[in-house]
């Protein structure tokens, strides 16, 4: 039988600050043209075979907070050439995407610069072991990086730690006083409706500043045989063997 959990999800980070000096960090329109000329759907077809889930948002389709007003959006490639041209970027657009040295990975990574070619980006991959990726990240030896995290249920470990002033995931460096004040309510919002909202808020900003270009979520599928007993599928997709054991 099979088993779904909460996807995990996928992204590229932007590094932001001082240290970003470059176009990405500079321009929310460089940003919004590269998410513009990735086509998502072409991804999971090509990569994963139709099963995953192409997305723009932090939260997977299965969770009360997916908003339908950022559905993922279609690949556009002369909205994403208009773009680039108002924010008056000499092409083409030269970046650094790092990447982790699996073959999913590499394989994301070379459909995204083909792609991104053909909008006006010149994305130089640097395929990297994953620990070290990590660590580069969290250091801000990056101007793009592919990042990843386990699904919660809870929507507040999917984004918080991401994208607030001192989130200790925020590896971009981004900030943003307003999404701080919407995220840091929604921590102690009792009510389910009045934290989509907070949520909501939060997303328009980050869908305008797009300081992470979110691109799909991955649903965590278990496989077993029958004669398996006490598995238990957490939500967060981990794999936890306690009380694990093969019939007869």
């Not at 389709?61 to 108002?86: C, E």
């Not at 970046?95 to 994305?123: C, K, P, R």
């Not at 991955?218 to 007993?229: G, H, N, V, W």
Request: proline share 6%; charged share 20%.
């Amino acid at each position: 039988m099979a088993e779904k959990a909460v996807p995990f999800g996928y992204a590229l980070d932007v590094a932001h600050g001082e240290a970003a000096k470059k176009p990405f960090g500079q321009s929310a329109l460089v940003r919004q043209a590269l998410g513009l000329s990735i086509d998502r759907d072409a991804i999971n077809q090509v990569v994963f075979e139709g099963l995953y889930n192409p997305s723009d948002q932090p939260f997977p389709p299965t969770s009360p907070y997916y908003s339908k007003a950022w559905p993922a959006p279609k690949r556009d490639v002369a909205k994403a050439q208009a773009l680039l041209k108002q924010a008056g970027i000499p092409l083409p657009v030269k970046a650094e995407l790092m990447i982790g040295n699996s073959n999913t990975a590499q394989q994301v990574g070379q459909l995204i610069q083909a792609m991104g070619a053909e909008a006006g980006f010149d994305i130089q991959l640097r395929v990297t072991e994953f620990v070290t990726l990590i660590k580069e990240a969290q250091a801000g030896h990056f101007e793009l990086s592919m990042n990843a995290w386990s699904g919660r249920v809870d929507p507040d470990g999917n984004l918080h730690q991401f994208v607030t002033c001192q989130g200790n995931w925020n590896d971009g460096r981004y900030c943003n006083p307003q999404v701080d004040r919407s995220l840091n309510e929604a921590r102690e919002a009792g009510d389910q409706s009045q934290r989509i909202a907070l949520y909501d808020a939060a997303e328009k900003v980050l869908m305008a500043e797009l300081p992470i270009i979110y691109l799909y979520s991955e649903p965590r599928i278990f496989a077993m045989t029958k004669k398996l007993q006490g598995f238990v599928v957490h939500p967060d997709g981990m794999i936890r063997l306690e009380n694990v054991r093969f019939g007869s």
